[in-house]
Structures are given as structure tokens and as C-alpha cells.
């Protein structure tokens, strides 16, 4: 989809839809892009690999995304995204860009909030909102409205502590970022199958500033087939995602940046154990067991000495606490 810019000075924005195996799911996220109050200037939805079902679905929707299909599946929604924005970009300048998951449904209003906000704060980099959580099964929610409060600043010391407060379907990046975020332009690692956007939202603070606003702008799906029903898959990734930027922040001359973010390497991989001893399928305990050998031989550190202990004795009280996934979604 290509409209004309608004005839004023307010923020231009793309959206980028990702997209695998997402036939039972575009239908709804388009519709929503396609009421938005305010349009975006473009639209683009980048298959991850060929999905004739998914393809079909949003060629013949009736706002005319342009729609890219990709040779073979990258494995995660990185590589998409980096596409979708750079055909974005190429094809005239953007202020900024929305990464729509295409599972999630936006706020009629989201755009015309957020590029208000991004006009407010031009030094910001990015704007997040608040989101709603929609079960799989439960009736289509009615879009919530409400008074849109001030925006506060987003620090980095607060999103380490709060990363599933600010996702990429209910924010907005500035386009000029990419450049900064990494030398070769690239928004996201596409090595990194999932977690890549918590690797781009640490980049984005440490080099500049993010806002967030207390409004919810749309519902994020939950259902069974996504990464916060398998807790093995979802730590293991965030910790080869916090190497990856303890060794960017070390390369920065960033030392002690680089040794929180190890130390979350850590923390993040005895998580994803007590996630493999919990669920205790075939082979995830031994896998747990080696997990922690490895740590001890890479950092000694004595809390992974400590749960290797506690763990086949059954007296790890932390692990006694994991939650496989949302109670109310089911098991995968």
C-alpha cells in the first residue's frame, strides 16, 4: 500500500509485517493497519520463505500491501525486518518505522498517537506504547480508547528489568537509527532467531533515548505456537543475546556494561535450565546438566556450582516456581 504523505509536518511512517505460516492470523493485522485513522505512508509484508496460504491471503486483501517473498526461511523475523525496511527506505524518506508482528492488532489510533509523540520528541528514537494481552480463544476485544497520557523517558537501567514492557508491534523506530544501531544499516541481528528485538531496543538506549506512553496501543496475541509458551527456547536465546552485547558494549569500551550484560548471560541460561528440568522431556535434563558444566567452565560462576548441586536433589526452591509458559494458554 503507497498513500501520498499527509500535507503537514507531522512524522511520516512505514510499517514492516513479517510473516511465516501466518495465514490463520495476516488477515486481522491488515485489517487493523488498514483502519487506522491516520494511514501509514507504506506497507510492506515480508514472507519468511515461500507460504502460498499466507501469500494469497494478503495479496488479495483490500488495502494492496506490497508483499515480499523471501527464497527460504531465515528462521526468525530479523531478516524480514531488515528487508521490509530497507525496501521501505528505498522507496522515499521515512521518518520512522513500525514493526508490526503479523500476529498482533493495533489501536485504530496507534499511528496518529505515536507520530504526534515522535513530533514532540524529536531527539527520541524511538516510541513505545502499552499493549493488552488477547488469548487465543477469547472474543475479538473492543478497542480500548481513552485519554493518551504524557510520555515518560525510557531508561536503559529500566528496560533490562522490564524487556517484555516494550515490543516492536506496539512501537515505533526512527529511520535513522539503523545506521547507528550498526555500521552495515541493518535495524536487527538476523542471526538471532528470536530476542532480536530486545538486542535492538539495548542498542537504541545505550546510543540515544527511547519514550513510552501509558496507553495501550492494541492487543498482543497469545497463543500456544508463540516463544512465551517455551521457556527453554526463550531463555537459551536472550542468553546468546546478551554475549552478543556484552560483546558490543565491550567493543565500545563499555566494561562495565559488558559484564552486566554477561552476568545476564548467565542468569539467563540457569533460567532456561530450570525451564529444561521442569518440563523434563527426553534429553532436556541432560541438557540442563551439560548447560551448567559449560557455564562453570567458561565463568565459574558459583551460583550455576550451586543449582548443579540443588538441582537433581530436588531442592531447588526457583525452579519449583517456573511457569512452562501462561497457565491459560496450552502446553506445546
Given at each position: ?10 512524522p511520516t ?14 488477515a486481522?493485522?491488515l ?9 501509514p505512508?507504506?506497507v ?10 499466507t501469500?494469497?491471503i ?7 500491501p506490497?508483499c ?17 525496511a530497507?525496501?521501505l ?7 520512522a518505522?513500525?514493526?508490526l ?10 499511528i ?6 515522535l513530533?514532540?520528541?524529536?531527539d ?17 476485544p ?5 485519554p493518551v ?10 528496560y533490562?528489568?522490564h524487556?517484555?514492557r ?8 526512527r529511520?535513522?537509527?539503523?545506521g ?5 544499516g541493518?535495524?536487527?541481528d ?8 530486545y538486542d ?7 546510543l540515544g533515548?527511547g519514550?513510552?506512553?501509558d496507553?495501550?496501543g492494541?492487543?498482543?496475541?497469545m497463543?500456544?505456537?508463540g516463544?512465551?509458551a517455551?521457556g ?13 552485547l ?7 569500551g563499555e ?9 545476564a ?7 532456561a ?6 518440563r ?5 535434563r541432560?541438557?540442563a ?6 557455564d562453570?567452565a567458561?565463568?565459574?560462576?558459583p551460583?550455576?556450582?550451586?543449582l ?5 536433589l530436588?531442592l ?17
Amino acid at each position: 500500500m503507497s498513500l501520498p504523505a499527509a500535507q503537514s509536518d507531522l512524522p511520516t511512517i512505514g510499517v514492516v509485517i513479517p510473516a511465516h505460516h501466518a495465514a490463520q492470523t495476516i488477515a486481522a493485522t491488515l485489517d487493523a493497519v488498514a483502519g487506522q485513522t491516520v494511514q501509514p505512508t507504506r506497507v510492506v509484508v515480508v514472507l519468511d520463505g515461500p507460504d502460498p496460504e499466507t501469500e494469497a491471503i494478503v495479496r488479495a486483501h483490500r488495502s494492496a500491501p506490497a508483499c515480499l517473498v523471501l527464497p527460504r526461511n531465515t528462521g526468525g523475523p530479523g531478516t524480514p525486518r531488515n528487508v521490509g525496511a530497507a525496501w521501505l527506505m528505498e522507496r522515499g524518506a521515512l521518518d520512522a518505522i513500525w514493526f508490526l508482528d503479523a500476529d498482533d492488532v493495533p489501536e485504530p489510533g496507534f499511528i496518529a498517537v505515536v507520530r504526534e509523540v515522535l513530533k514532540a520528541h524529536p531527539d527520541a528514537d524511538f516510541v513505545a506504547t502499552d499493549f493488552r494481552r488477547w488469548y487465543e480463544g477469547d472474543p475479538h476485544p473492543e478497542a480500548e480508547g481513552g485519554p493518551v497520557g504524557s510520555p515518560s523517558a525510557v531508561a536503559l537501567d529500566w528496560y533490562l528489568g522490564h524487556t517484555g514492557r516494550i515490543l516492536p508491534s506496539f512501537s515505533v523506530v526512527r529511520a535513522r537509527a539503523a545506521g547507528a544501531v550498526r555500521a552495515d544499516g541493518r535495524f536487527f541481528d538476523g542471526t538471532l532467531r528470536i530476542n532480536q528485538d530486545y538486542d535492538l531496543f539495548v542498542r537504541l538506549l545505550h546510543l540515544g533515548r527511547g519514550v513510552r506512553l501509558d496507553w495501550s496501543g492494541g492487543m498482543y496475541r497469545m497463543h500456544a505456537r508463540g516463544i512465551s509458551a517455551n521457556g527453554p527456547d526463550l531463555w537459551l536465546c536472550r542468553m546468546v543475546t546478551n554475549e552478543s552485547l556484552a560483546c558490543w558494549f565491550d567493543s565500545r569500551g563499555e566494561s562495565g556494561l559488558a559484564r552486566r550484560l554477561d552476568r545476564a548471560a548467565s542468569s539467563a541460561l540457569r533460567t532456561a535450565v530450570r525451564h529444561l528440568w521442569r518440563r523434563a522431556r527426553a534429553g532436556d535434563r541432560v541438557l540442563a546438566l551439560r548447560l551448567l558444566f559449560d557455564d562453570l567452565a567458561a565463568t565459574r560462576d558459583p551460583k550455576s556450582l550451586f543449582l548443579l548441586v540443588l538441582l537433581p536433589l530436588g531442592l531447588d526452591r526457583r525452579g519449583r516456581r517456573v511457569r512452562l509458559g501462561d497457565a491459560r494458554l496450552s502446553p506445546v
